[in-house]
Structure formats: C-alpha cells, structure tokens
C-alpha cells in the first residue's frame, strides 16, 4: 500500500485477539491486531497467519462510492448504488472484508438482504444482526448461502499470490449456483492471471482479467 511504513508509524497497536474457527473449519490459528490513531480510534487491523502479515487500513466507503467508483466498470447494471439494487432485490448479499459496514447499512437501506463479514467487528456492529466476525478463509456459512460476494479493497488485493486459490474457492463454496462473486480492482497481472486460470479449471466464468479493473466471477 502507498505510504504504508509512514501511516503506520503513527498508529499504535492494541487488542491482540485470536479469531475462534469452528470446529468443523479448517484449523489456523489468525491473530488480529487493532491499529489505532492517536485519539484511540480503530483505523485498521494487522493480520498474521504464521509467517505471513498483512496491514488493512480501514476506509469505510458506502454504497454510492464501491458502485460509482470501485465495481461499476463492472457492468452497466452495477454503475450507480440504484441500479446495483434493482438486479439484487431478493439476494443474498455477503459483503466480504466489511470494514466499518458503511456499505452493508446504505444497501440494507435500500430493503437489500445484505450481511457484512469482517476479521474485526466494532462493538456497535457486534450488537448488529447484519454483521458477524468471521474470515475470508473460513467463511462461517454453509454451502451455497449466497447469491452475491462483495469484496471492496479486501482479501484478494491484499493476501498474497498463493492464498488467491483458497480464497476463490472458499467464495464459491458459499455461493449458490449462477452466484456472483464482485472483486474490485486487485492491480496486480499475476494474480489475475491466476483467477482466470483457476476459474477456467473450477466451474467458474470470469467476466474480464484486466487487473485495473473490477472481475465479476459466476459459479456456474
Ligand atoms: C481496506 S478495508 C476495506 C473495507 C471496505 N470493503 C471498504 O471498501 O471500505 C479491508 C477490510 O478487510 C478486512 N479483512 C482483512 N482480512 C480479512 C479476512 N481474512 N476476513 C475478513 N475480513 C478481512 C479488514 O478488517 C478490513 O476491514
């Protein structure tokens, strides 16, 4: 991430916590740290599976900035917050990598059955029945839950090349058949390339595999 080592100088790090699997997902052991700004205020997380950390700093878009900005190259139907509405009325909506649910409360707004999920949940969003703490990984949902996955500047951007395969795999796990999985722009050729393969192979239709531009994946 741009000015990473700066951003992260300033921050202080507290609320070590282990994220609990259930028994019946795979183990690994993912310790979540909470990056802080210097008012206390949760600005992010830092995540570590054994050897491999990643820094998410939180940007809390809503609705109108992820479908104006992030996944309306997508498709016509997808290019404003209304349209994104219509063609998901009666879905089931999992926003994945939730941050602060900005986008899950403008979509549950609009009369959308949107749940957010995320490895840190604020204390206002646990007492919520729209969200619940869970990872990407090991999604907290039986198969085929799903008929849409939102992944706004989360998991597949920022994990590394290597976890990409798991990732698409625990997605599509949850999604119900002709589900849709909306990744915003991951800028990095080698990873889609990856996507593109392992949907080639796994029953998966991906839309395009330009890396500055959002995929839209179909289980099919
Ligand atoms: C950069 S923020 C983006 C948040 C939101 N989608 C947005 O666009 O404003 C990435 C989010 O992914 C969450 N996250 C990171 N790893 C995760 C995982 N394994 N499972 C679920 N959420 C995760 C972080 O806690 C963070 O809230």
Known sequence: ?????ALV??????NTSFVKLNQSQKKSEVKVVTLTDNTGKVTGIRVNRGDQTVDYHRMNRNAAEIFNHKIGDLHDFFSSVDAFALVMKNKRILDVGCGGGACVKDLAELDLNVRGLDLHLTADMKKKSHYIEGDAFHLPFRKGSFDTLLSVWSVFKYEPLAAIPQLLAESMRVLAPKGTLLISPIFDLEKTQVIRRWCEQNQAHLFQAMPSKALQIIKR
């Not at 100088?9 to 507290?14: G, R």
């Open 1 to 5: 991430m741009p000015g990473r080592r």
């Open 9 to 14: 100088s300033i921050l202080n790090f507290e």
